[in-house]
């Protein structure tokens, strides 16, 4: 059974139809790659599945519900969507508090989840001084924080030096084989390739293919795969 | 709820600006307080041996209301100027109850402002007294009643804040919107209509904490005598929480349910 489900979704700003009728699931312990070139809608499509932006039809739904209607929605899902949704004069381990007194989680996951995205030394600095590395690595232990059982991550690798980046393989690949959901988006064509089950590529909107990987890639690259299906404007 | 406002108010304790503005709300309340207690007795200004004299002094704390509605703003529109906003209600996506336990923090925050105002401005009018060899003509329940209204008007003032900057989002405008409209637009209006002087929000705020009709103006409008009469302590009361729950609610309307994009 699918964890995470958009049924039909659209969405328009003024003229520009963002996200048009846009439709797929992502079953437990899958990792989907959501990818698209820059104003595909995959980020509006994101925070339409996490309730932050309103589609004007169409539903999408976290274990069967929509995003605002399930209860203490940080043990479900976890996401990391910018790298900037921190204040700056807070110290990481505050935000994390913060998170873990609003979703009633024991704050010695705090400790845990710091040290697992390798921010220990740094959990009393403002993050002010952070590097945008560091920041997604925070983004990271905010998703983690309730051991949920459904990510939702949004370029998440943007920032991390390469063994930040095999770490974060490393990370979702583990999760997922406990049973966690993933759905991440990403532009890093080559990383994807490596980490996730299946692919789901949107264009204009549109969802232009989703697929398992291995069947994309059995023939061609992911990028060659990407670019032949994102090159033809209407779609495929 | 009570995780929700926890967690508000410990978003208030871990940043600099809520501090920042106390510690500006504490300074101005001791300058005004001085000040007032410095003029008290010379040309028209009554003395500190008379109520009215040490009334003048005390009416120095209300500024701290002033400060505590900039605290409330702070609170709601700072979740958009840091964009702090996504990962709030990700945690919390009914947003209503966002609003709800951003106001109940503020009002704690703002009870505390209003609270220091009326113990600086207490401190430094009864200091002037006894160091002029004076008895205090207010008494102790008058001032008490101060206190409460001080720590009322500055909660419920916080509280008119949050719903101000959960309507406006932009920060800056929140803030000089605040100040515009209590230094300049309730003076104005509050000379030019006496009638309606009482409900304005800022001066019902004041007259609450015990300062006189007109007497927490700025500019021309200061201390100007007015035929109206200062709300009774529940009217102001009701109408700064009346004010407070239909900015809030026409916020939760319109702006709290935008899109976060």
Redesign the interface.
Known sequence: MAIIEARGLTKRYGHVLAVDRLSFAVERGQVAGFLGPNGAGK??TL?ML?????PEAGDAAINGRA??D?PD??RQ?G?V??A????????AR?HL???A????IDAARIDVVLDLVGLSEAADRRVRGFSLGMRQRLGLA?ALLADPEVLILDEPANGLDPEGVRWLRDLVRGLAAEGTAVLISSHILAEVAQTVDSVIIVNHGRVVVQAPIAELTATARLEDVFLGLTANSNGV | MT??I??EL??LR????PFGLFAAAAGLSALFSILEASRAGTKSVAPLSTAAGLNNVLTGGVLALLFAAVLGVTISS?EFR???A??T??????RSRVLIAKSVAGACGGAAFGFAGWLIATGVGLGFVAADGYTAQISDATLARYAAGHIAAGALMAAIGVGIGSLIRAQLAGVLGVFVWAVVIESVIGSMFNSIQPYLPYTAATTLAGSVLGGAAFGPAHGASSSASPLPFAAATALLAAIAIVISAIAARTTV?R???
Request: net charge positive; aromatic share 6%; charged share 20%.
């Open positions: 980020t509006t925070r996490l309730g932050l932006v309103r995003y605002s399930l929605p940080l899902v996401a969507l910018e900037s949704s921190f204040h700056p004069g807070r110290t505050n508090r913060i998170e007194m609003v979703a009633g905010t | 995780r929700l926890k967690g410990f978003k871990t940043t600099r600006l700072g840091h964009e702090t996504t990962t209600y990700l945690a919390t996506p009914k349910v899109d976060i994009s």
